[in-house]
C-alpha cells in the first residue's frame, strides 16, 4: 500500500523515503542529510555551508560538492511537486512548485 501525504507537505521517513501527495523517491544518504534540513527550513534559505555540515557532519568535503547533490536532486524532487531554488550568494530554498 502507497502512502502519501497531503497537500503536497513533504515528509521524509526515517529509510530516506521522501514523500508528498504527489508520491515519494527514496533518497541517498547525503541526500537524505541535504534534504531533511531543507524540509526543517521550508520556504527558508538554508546556507550552503549548513547543508555540507548535515551532508557531512564529519567535514572534509568542498561546499561546491553541494551543488552537485542539489542539481542531482532537483528533477527527483519535481516529480512530486517541490523545487529547490538558488539563492546567489546565501544558499538554497525548498518550497511548493505552486508557490
Known amino acids: ?43 527558508s534559505p538554508v546556507a550552503r555551508k549548513e547543508l555540507a555540515v548535515a551532508a557531512w557532519p564529519e567535514g572534509g568535503r568542498d561546499l561546491h560538492t553541494i551543488d552537485i547533490h542539489i542539481h542531482r536532486l532537483r528533477p527527483r524532487l519535481t516529480s512530486l511537486g517541490l523545487v529547490i531554488h538558488t539563492l546567489r550568494g546565501r544558499g538554497f530554498l525548498l518550497e511548493n512548485l505552486e508557490a
Open 1 to 43: 500500500m502507497e502512502e502519501r501525504v497531503p497537500d503536497g507537505v513533504p515528509h521524509l521517513d526515517e529509510f530516506g523515503v521522501l514523500r508528498t501527495a504527489l508520491g515519494w523517491v527514496s533518497l541517498s544518504p547525503v541526500q537524505e542529510n541535504i534534504v531533511r534540513s531543507l524540509i526543517a527550513h521550508f520556504g
